[in-house]
């Protein structure tokens, strides 16, 4: 077979560390450009570039995942990566067509689900949720890094320099694929013909959520995870913006904000949840993770000061254990057999929100005039920037609306959180879910039944 060595993980690793490690570059120099491209409504245009994108990856992963089992992961590894890097370039080239190609290359944005299944055909099921998390720290990791060394290049050679670094890495990523991959899938997994028929229900992204009413429990855990995850996916198309433009944030300080939120996003993730699990319990955990939520949303509405942005990230950080929670809920309560049918509504749900969050904070912003008259003047000795305060002159009782409306849904979902039980049997009654089951669950697919992990960290624009 083609490659270096055997299929392993560490191909798996490589190839997401070096398209976010790319994009993560381009973290301040994005803010920049979008400004300037769009200097009247830079919230709401950036909030529909993001939700068009979202909305296109949820409609396209199932049909992608069903063809590479058809054809392969490498080829759909290719794919996707070079799509979803072929807007850096264009950058500089013409900051249109860079906007514009960002949303169209959501169709094929969905690396990670090609990445997870093929993890999935090299690792055995007890050896998949360590591999999994594997590859979310990776992504971790290249989020963690890339924005800060982005910012100092910006600073010392200029954005071109950037730019041209994230398209030679995005380079070096294909030439990897093309290279030093090996295929995951075995011939004989595959279909005898190419031209082999996939079935439209594995194919289609609305499959999952039709099963959602079918249980009442399983609708309190699927209204949970939309009315929190519908802010947050706003919020990350639009925080680090905000900071930039709003809250007067230099560069570095956006990206040692992403560092430090990330850092902490790992620790509470790992040891404080195993913490919470064990003494308080697994609702509790997740009603305690929307608690974090709501104050985190409510300070990023009503902060005005930048230490204020700071806290509310360390609040933050702790608020990313409730998706975990959740699917370690579903995990325990659903039955062995149905457990790729209910994390698969849970994915479909996020994926969802991943389209409508963006678009539902730009247009909020931009119903509250929350915009900027002129550019960020230069940066201060002190490292900060000097912002003209045309926002906070015109909202000065609340600068985020759309982290105050967050507030509000994470508050519903938390109510209707009290009532999903702590130790209850899912059933979801569907005369066709076996079917469903079937047509989802090839025998290398990363949910197979048992599979309780879910990859906690999305294939997002950073």
């Not at 992963?61 to 490498?74: H, M, N, T």
């Not at 690396?111 to 090299?122: C, G, K, L, P």
């Not at 855990?221 to 925080?239: D, K, N």
């Not at 130790?423 to 005369?431: I, K, Q």
Request: glycine fraction near 8%; charge should be negative; charged fraction near 10%.
């Amino acid at each position: 077979p083609q490659g270096i060595g055997s299929p392993s993980v560490y191909h798996a690793v490589i190839v997401i560390f070096l398209e976010f490690f790319a994009w993560g570059l381009l973290t301040a120099p994005t803010l920049v450009v979008l400004h300037e491209t769009f200097p009247k409504h830079t919230f709401l245009m950036n909030g529909l570039i993001q939700g068009v994108k979202g909305l296109l990856s949820f409609l396209s992963a199932p049909l992608i995942g069903a063809l590479s089992d058809v054809w392969g992961r490498k080829s759909f590894l290719l794919l996707t990566v070079f799509f979803t890097c072929a807007p850096i370039p264009l950058m500089k080239i013409s900051p249109w067509w860079y906007f514009a190609v960002i949303s169209v290359s959501g169709v094929f944005a969905v690396t990670f689900s090609v990445v997870f299944a093929y993890v999935a055909d090299i690792t055995q099921e007890h050896e998949r949720s360590m591999a999994y998390g594997l590859v979310s720290a990776t992504f971790a990791a290249s989020l963690v890094t890339s924005p800060a060394i982005g910012a100092y290049l910006g600073r010392v050679y200029g954005d071109s320099l950037v730019v041209v670094l994230a398209t030679a890495i995005a380079l070096l990523d294909i030439c990897f694929i093309l290279v030093a991959v090996p295929e995951s899938l075995p011939e004989k997994m595959r279909p005898a013909s190419w031209g082999a028929p996939i079935s439209w229900e594995q194919a289609d992204p609305f499959a999952s959520l039709k099963k959602v009413g079918q249980d009442s429990i399983v609708l309190l855990i699927c209204i949970t995870v939309f009315l929190s995850y519908l802010p947050e996916a706003g919020q990350y198309s639009s925080f680090f913006l905000y900071l930039r433009q709003i809250m007067g944030f230099s560069s570095e300080s956006v990206a040692a904000f992403i560092a430090v939120l990330g850092i902490l996003s790992i620790i509470a993730q790992t040891i404080v949840l195993s913490l919470l699990m064990r003494s308080i319990g697994n609702k509790n955990t997740i009603l305690l993770g929307l608690g974090f939520q709501i104050l985190q949303l409510a300070w990023y509405g009503f902060g005005s000061e930048p230490w204020m942005m700071w806290a509310a990230g360390a609040v933050a950080a702790m608020s990313s254990i409730t998706f975990p929670a959740v699917s370690a809920l579903v995990s325990r309560t659903a039955d062995a057999d149905q457990q790729g049918v209910v994390q698969g509504m849970i994915t479909g749900i996020r994926g969802l929100c991943n389209g409508l969050g963006p678009a539902l904070y730009g247009f909020i912003f931009y119903i509250f005039h929350v915009e900027l008259n002129e550019l960020p003047m230069p940066e201060s000795p002190s490292g900060g920037s000097v912002v003209a305060q045309y926002h906070l002159q015109q909202n000065s009782i609340i600068p985020g609306p759309p982290f105050l409306f967050g507030a509000c849904s994470v508050l519903l979902a938390l109510l209707v959180a009290l009532f999903i039980p702590e130790h209850t049997n899912l059933n979801v009654r569907s005369s066709n879910w076996k079917k469903h089951c079937g047509s989802h669950g090839h025998p290398h697919s990363p949910q197979a039944p048992g599979e309780a992990k879910e990859p906690l960290l999305q294939d997002t624009n950073v």
